[in-house]
C-alpha cells in the first residue's frame, strides 16, 4: 500500500502502476507532459467528503456549535484552492448525477460573521467557552498541508485553535470506527446509485451514524418508511424530507465531491471516457470483460 500521494505519482511514472487518480498537487505536472497528458481519462465520481463531529463528545453534543463550525468552512476556497479545482463543492450528501441530489440545499455557505454568531448561542457562549478541539486524519505529507489549512480556516472564521492530530492511516481506519475522535475527515463512496446508499446510512446505529453518535427519530422515521416505499415519487421526497434533516443537524459537515483526471497507462485496454462508470472503485470494475492488460 503507498499512502503517500508523490510517491504514487513517482511510481506511476515509473511504470509500478497502472491506474492512479491525479491528485490536484500533480495535476499542472499532468497537463504539461506531452505523455501524461495522453493517458488521461475524465471520471465524474462517486465519492463525498464531510468533516465528522462526534456528537457525544463536548463541545460536538450542542448543536449550534456543529453549525457554526458548518458556516466557518469555506468550501470555495476548499475546493479552489487547496484541490486545484478538481469535483465539486458538497453542501449535502448525494453527489450531482445521483438520484436524490438536492441543488438547492445549502443551508450552511461560508459565512465567518454568521458563524460567530451562531457559536454565541451555543451553550458554550463563543469561543472562549469551547473546550480544546482536536481534528483527527490520516496523516501523510500532502495531508499534513491540507489539514494546516483547514486549521487556519477555523482561527481566521471562528477563532479556534485546532489542535491537529494526524495518525497512522490504519490507524486512524480503525479509529473511526471503534472509538470515533472528536473532529475527523471521512468521505463515503457510492455503492450503487440510490439515495438509500447514502441518506439511510446514517439512522440510529446505521454504518455512519455510529461513527458520530448520531440519532434523530424524526429523520429514522422517514429513512425507514422510504426505504420500502414502492411509489417512486413517494420515496424520492422522503430521502429529500431526511436528509434536510441531516444537513440542519449538521452530525457531520459536508465538503466536497471527487471527480477529475485518472491516469492510465496505454496497455490497458477497455478503460476509457466512454466505457467507465461513476461508481467504479477503480476503472473498469464494473467492465471486467471488456478490460485487458497489454505486455
Request: glycine content about 8%.
Amino acid at each position: 500500500m503507498i499512502t503517500e500521494g508523490q510517491v504514487a505519482f513517482q511510481a506511476y511514472q515509473n511504470g509500478e502502476l497502472d491506474i492512479l487518480g491525479v491528485s490536484s498537487e500533480d495535476l499542472a505536472t499532468v497537463e504539461s507532459d506531452p505523455v501524461l497528458s495522453q493517458e488521461i481519462v475524465n471520471t465524474v465520481g462517486s465519492c463525498t467528503f464531510y468533516f465528522g463531529f462526534n456528537t457525544t463528545k463536548a463541545p460536538f453534543d450542542d448543536i449550534k456549535v456543529r453549525q457554526a463550525f458548518a458556516q466557518a468552512f469555506d468550501r470555495e476556497a476548499w475546493t479552489r484552492d487547496i484541490f486545484g479545482g478538481l469535483g465539486s463543492v458538497a453542501y449535502s450528501f448525494v453527489p450531482p448525477g445521483f438520484p436524490g441530489f438536492q441543488e438547492d440545499l445549502k443551508l450552511w455557505e461560508f459565512d465567518a460573521d454568521a458563524a460567530k454568531a451562531t457559536l454565541a448561542e451555543s451553550t458554550y457562549g463563543g469561543v472562549e467557552g469551547l473546550p480544546e478541539i482536536k481534528l483527527t486524519y490520516s496523516a501523510s505529507a500532502r495531508n499534513n498541508a491540507r489539514f494546516e489549512w483547514v486549521a487556519g480556516q477555523l482561527k481566521t472564521n471562528l477563532g479556534v485553535d485546532a489542535v491537529l492530530d494526524p495518525i497512522d492511516p490504519t490507524a486512524f481506519s480503525a479509529a473511526t470506527k471503534d472509538n470515533p475522535p472528536q473532529f475527523f475527515s471521512l468521505g463515503w463512496c457510492a455503492d450503487y446509485p440510490d439515495p438509500q446508499n447514502w441518506i439511510s446510512l446514517f439512522q440510529t446505529n446505521g454504518l455512519l451514524s455510529t461513527r458520530v453518535g448520531y440519532s434523530n427519530p424524526e429523520f429514522d422515521a422517514l429513512v425507514k418508511q422510504a426505504d420500502v416505499e414502492l411509489d417512486a415519487t413517494k420515496r424520492a421526497e422522503l430521502y429529500a424530507q431526511a436528509q434536510e434533516i441531516l444537513v440542519t443537524d449538521a452530525p457531520v459537515v459536508f465538503t466536497r465531491n471527487d471527480g477529475g483526471p485518472v491516469l492510465v497507462k496505454p496497455y490497458v485496454q477497455g478503460v476509457s471516457d466512454d466505457s467507465v462508470t461513476p461508481i467504479d472503485y477503480w476503472l473498469g470494475f464494473f467492465n471486467m470483460p471488456n478490460v485487458d492488460v497489454q505486455p
